[in-house]
């Protein structure tokens, strides 16, 4: 089946230590996102990828860092530097627009939380 | 991007027809209006989207005012399924602009 994993659903860290999202697609699509969305709010975007090697700071980049060494992958690290880090984050793929569809197609989610 | 305006939240009977507004009385020439939706905990689902002229899929359909001040985003037969936060987003459809910005959205409930 075509779409995006990430894994794990739930992850628990302690503060201080760095902790890396997994999300992964086989859409063949060439852009990603990292969103992050706090209780009762809308998603707000950390990073983005358009293209393999190249990415862009969101709204909310401060703290978190990625890489897109492959098309299909696309990880997020959460850095001690990021002051809340307990939210659930999701990853989001897309093809460019110009293609006639260039809609988000979401990942399940990681809930992260950070004690 | 255009801000745009979501009721909190709504009810509907179940069977019947959701019509949720949205308004987006910023938006300009070259702005698309996408619906979105969140099942609890779920990540998003894309719905529909359109420019000037009204749309429908599979899932649902989209009427969008003649000034595109304003859209409404129509699920014609609720099923309780259909309980989520849906998003209207506004955004220019470039290539390398491909940022969605989401807002509060609205809660949807169907009663059965």
């Known amino acids: 089946d075509g779409g995006i994993t990430q894994s794990p659903k739930y992850l628990f860290r302690k503060e201080g230590q760095n902790v890396t999202l997994s999300c992964e697609q086989n859409?063949?699509?060439?852009?990603m996102y990292w969103y992050r969305q706090d209780p009762g709010q809308g998603l707000r975007l950390i990073y983005y990828?358009?293209?393999?090697?190249?990415?862009q700071k969101g709204d909310i980049a401060e703290g978190y860092s990625v890489s897109r060494e492959k098309k299909e992958s696309f990880p997020l690290t959460v850095t001690s530097a990021q002051k809340n880090p307990t939210a659930f984050y999701l990853c989001a793929s897309s093809t460019p627009a110009g293609t006639g569809r260039s809609e988000q197609y979401f990942g399940p989610g990681t809930r992260l939380t950070v004690t | 991007d255009a801000k745009t305006t979501q009721p909190t939240s709504m009810d509907c009977a179940e069977g019947r027809a959701a019509n949720l507004p949205c308004n987006h009385s910023t938006i300009s020439g070259n702005e698309y209006v996408y619906w979105y939706r969140q099942i609890h905990s779920q990540g998003p689902q894309y719905i529909i989207h359109g420019l000037k002229n009204n749309e429908t899929n599979e899932m649902a359909s989209l009427i969008i005012t003649e000034d595109r001040k304003s859209s409404t985003l129509i699920l014609p037969h609720a099923t309780l399924r259909d309980t989520a936060v849906y998003y209207c987003?506004?955004?220019?459809?470039?290539?390398?602009?491909?940022?969605?910005?989401f807002g509060t959205g609205t809660r949807l409930t169907i009663i059965p």
């Open positions: 859409l063949n699509h060439d852009a």
């Open positions: 990828s358009q293209i393999v090697n190249d990415f």
């Open positions: 987003i506004v955004r220019k459809y470039n290539f390398g602009n491909e940022k969605l910005t």
